[in-house]
């Protein structure tokens, strides 16, 4: 409890770094406590330590899924490692858990957005790309075409070659 008091505190403090040794401190003395490896995950959230705070919120939801923070931890993390469409089906567990909650509910909506955008980037990625792809191609078409003419114009007897062998018509 001590540990887990100082790391609150720390947290308040905005010491994020000394709030995880903390809760470190105290998950090493009861590693069963989904609480502190939830609050743990917020410090790391707050250190943008995204993997960490996914790690820690994926341990907090194994031990108590049932918790609807410890969801939101992971749902938190999972939005911000941009896996939108598994960040919206934790959020809904989490507000099966907690009806209502507004919190809850405008991250959800959030992850729903994020997911529209990410669509929507990919969709002007693969454009992009295609238009390139094509470019391309008439390039390599427009290239190709001149070397033939290069060619069939270097193989071409030309008007004057006639007078060299003495053909006077």
């Not at 939101?72 to 999972?78: D, G, I, K, S, V």
């Not at 078409?141 to 004057?160: G, I, M, S």
């Amino acid at each position: 409890l001590e540990y887990k008091n100082r790391g609150n505190a720390k947290f308040k403090e905005r010491d994020y770094e000394g709030a995880v040794q903390a809760f470190s401190e105290a998950i090493a003395l009861d590693p069963s406590n989904a609480v502190l490896y939830s609050n743990r995950s917020g410090a790391y959230l707050a250190m943008s330590h995204i993997s960490k705070a996914f790690k820690d919120a994926e341990e907090a939801v194994r031990l108590d899924p049932q918790w609807p923070k410890a969801l939101a931890r992971r749902a938190t993390a999972e939005h911000a490692l941009t896996r939108y469409i598994t960040a919206q089906a934790t959020w809904r567990k989490a507000l099966q858990l907690d009806p209502g909650n507004e919190a809850y509910e405008k991250a959800l909506q959030a992850a729903k957005d994020g997911e529209a955008l990410q669509t929507k980037e990919r969709i002007e990625d693969e454009k992009r790309k295609e238009r390139e792809a094509e470019e391309k191609r008439r390039r390599d078409a427009a290239d190709e075409a001149k070397r033939l003419a290069d060619a069939a114009a270097a193989a071409a007897p030309d008007d004057d070659d006639d007078a060299a062998y003495g053909d006077d018509d």
